[in-house]
């Protein structure tokens, strides 16, 4: 392919000279569901390429990417675009004021004197690549759900700095909180999925197993995430 002909024109031949390679997150699988149209369940948002899941199934073929980008990001725009022509509106005001309210208490929180969320930014990304990262076990994964627990108990109290005009702390508090969330799906998912299959491989259940020919959806319900398992189409 393209990289093997670019490494050796920089005089580096595969077939000569070992290379040390790693794995790195290159793709997302999973994401938000989505209808025929692109619609969420969220009244009013769209959504398209590696934000939504569903079309590649447990794994990408290479070259998929784009073309998945192209045809449902034109989906998703124009029926966006439709929507907006027959001025539909979406705004939910009162989501938007516990939204508002949630910025705003984290002003009276200055003076905590907890780790600040990029440090917990930094522990989460080593917890998930070392327990779920490309080979995973439920012993790892079991004891990273404990500890993303107590991440969860910590975010009430994180630090953020006083007294800036634009406070990155803020921004990344709300980083932090969607990333722990995240955290906790891929973690309990991987788990439940008592096998290995495509990117998802399980060091102590090596193989696919036919009674998990199934979806794993994850929704929010009164501040608590909702696992359930769907039949998978296609």
Known sequence: GPVIDRLLENGIDLTKTAVEVAPIAHYHMGGIRVNADMETPVDGLYAAGEAVGGANGANR??????????????????????????????????????????????????????????????????????????????????????????????????????????????????????????????????LARRESRGAHQREDFPRPDPGFEKTRTVGLKEGNLRFAWVKASG
């Open 61 to 190: 073929l290479s070259g998929n990417a784009v073309t998945e980008a192209l045809v449902f990001g034109e989906r998703a725009g124009s029926r966006a675009a439709a929507r907006l022509r027959r001025k539909e509106a979406a705004w939910d005001r009162r989501v938007a004021a516990a939204a508002l309210e949630r910025f705003r208490s984290l002003h009276d929180r200055r003076e905590r004197k907890g780790r600040s969320p990029a440090q917990v930014q930094g522990e989460l990304q080593a917890l998930m690549w070392s327990a779920a990262g490309p080979f995973r076990t439920a012993e790892k994964l079991s004891a990273a759900a404990e500890r993303l627990g107590d991440m969860q108990q910590e975010l009430a109290g994180l630090r953020i700095a006083p007294h800036k005009e634009f406070n990155l702390d803020i921004q990344e508090w709300f980083e932090t909180r969607a990333m722990l969330a995240v955290a906790e799906i891929v973690v309990k998912s991987a």
